[in-house]
């Protein structure tokens, strides 16, 4: 199996920065791509930002220029650094690889518990 941990929420001022971070762990051969999404109450859950391990990224349009992913591929984890904070970033962020695992030859989703951040204004 394949376990991803996240780290780094939290509440944070409007306009203040927050890191998260997410590290895969378990039989993983190689890992395609990793993101981060987020799911604020009573909303569907949404992508934020995903970085292949190319590294090639992309974000939404809500976080571009304000947001930066990022991957250190010898420790299969990805940050999300995320500066000028608006309220409406609060949700609960998830972070997802899709893992190419030992023994398998088909890649498959897995994904974090989810980590809070709350913005205040």
């Known amino acids: 199996q394949v376990q991803l941990v996240e780290s780094g929420g939290g509440l944070v001022q409007a306009g203040g920065s927050l890191r998260l971070s997410c590290t895969a762990s378990?039989?993983?051969?190689?890992?395609?791509?990793m993101a981060w999404y987020r799911q604020a109450p009573g909303k569907q859950r949404e992508l934020v930002a995903q970085?292949?391990?190319?590294?090639?990224?992309t974000y939404a349009d809500s976080v571009k220029g304000r947001f930066t992913i990022s991957s250190d591929n010898a420790k299969n984890t990805v940050y999300l650094d995320m500066n000028s904070l608006k309220p409406e970033d609060t949700a609960v962020y998830f972070c997802n690889a899709v893992v190419l695992r030992y023994g398998t030859d088909w890649f498959s989703d897995f994904w974090g518990q989810g980590t809070q951040v709350t913005v205040s204004s």
């Open positions: 970085i292949l391990m190319t590294g090639t990224a």
């Open positions: 378990g039989s993983i051969a190689r890992i395609n791509h």
